[in-house]
């Protein structure tokens, strides 16, 4: 299983960016897909998932209603939308997989068994 993050680039607060995560090497439509991200000097923590089979969405607090997770089964591929940036989101953004995640656990990292590489995004205020 590969996971390839792309899309992270500097952005001017209030602005938009894309991220895009491209999966191979799994049945992509019945995997659970999420986000994490990682500032300077701080823990992961979790943004976002989507589950598998046209399953439900989970936000942290942070992002709801600002960043969307839509997923595209016929390229293998989820995307991070963020809107409505804050300097507060500049971080590494991680994308991770799992094949069965129950939704309580969706927020805990160390449930995703399969991760991308990373990808810097950096809003500047």
């Known amino acids: 299983v590969q996971l390839q993050a792309s899309g992270g680039g500097l952005v001017q607060a209030g602005g938009s960016l894309r991220l895009s995560c491209a999966a191979s090497?799994?049945?992509?439509?019945?995997?659970?897909l999420g986000w994490f991200r990682q500032a300077p000097g701080k823990e992961r923590d979790f943004v976002g998932a989507?589950?598998?089979?046209?399953?439900?969405?989970a936000y942290a607090d942070s992002v709801k209603g600002r960043f969307t997770i839509p997923r595209d089964n016929a390229k293998s591929t989820v995307y991070l939308q963020m809107n409505l940036l804050k300097p507060e989101d500049t971080a590494v953004y991680y994308c991770?997989?799992?094949?069965?995640?129950?939704?309580?656990?969706?927020?805990?990292?160390?449930?995703?068994?399969?991760w991308g590489q990373g990808t810097q995004v950096t809003v500047s205020s």
């Open positions: 989507i589950r598998g089979n046209g399953g439900s969405t």
């Open positions: 991770a997989a799992d094949r069965s995640i129950i939704l309580s656990s969706i927020r805990d990292e160390k449930q995703y068994d399969y």
């Open positions: 090497g799994l049945s992509f439509r019945s995997y659970t």
